[in-house]
């Protein structure tokens, strides 16, 4: 598709719609549909959108591998470390009144913030490494391009 200009054009001017509306839903989660998770769909969608049309090797240029790797364990880290936080403080996993003891109920809209970003993040890293494992076509422990066994 790298050889079609109507659709090199179209996916160039539909990312920045894409990922605006893909944080829309991330930051309304809470308030209505979408939250993490359909957010870090549409965020990897545009990437592979633009992967699909431009080349699997020219989204990797855009977003390499070691983002993806890093985005993924931070999402974690994100939603793990709000759970963490609360038992540190006392109070059960994810029971977001430990973001703020003096007002609990006002705590809940930040705990269930700090969760779905951290899902939104995860959840984009991991279909973008999805895509990458598949476009570059190798096994799992080996490099790309080769049969050369990965530590």
């Known amino acids: 598709m790298k050889d079609n200009v109507l659709m090199r054009v179209a996916a160039r001017w539909n990312m920045p719609f894409l990922l605006v509306f893909a944080l829309y839903t991330q930051t309304h989660g809470e308030l209505g549909p979408g939250g993490g998770f359909q957010s870090g769909v ?54 977001y009144a430990a973001l703020v003891p003096s007002n609990p109920g006002g705590a809940e809209p930040w705990g269930m913030v700090i969760v779905e970003y951290g899902v939104g993040i995860t959840v984009a890293a991991v279909m973008l490494t999805v895509f990458n494992e598949i476009t570059e076509g190798t096994l799992p422990g080996q490099e790309p391009g080769g049969t050369k066994e990965v530590l």
């Open 42 to 95: 549409m965020i990897a969608a545009a990437f592979i959108v633009y992967g699909m049309v431009f080349g699997a090797d020219e989204m990797r240029r855009v977003v390499p591998r070691w983002v993806t790797d890093f985005a993924a364990a931070a999402g974690v880290l994100i939603y793990a470390g709000a759970g963490v936080y609360c038992m540190a403080m006392g109070y059960t996993f994810l029971d």
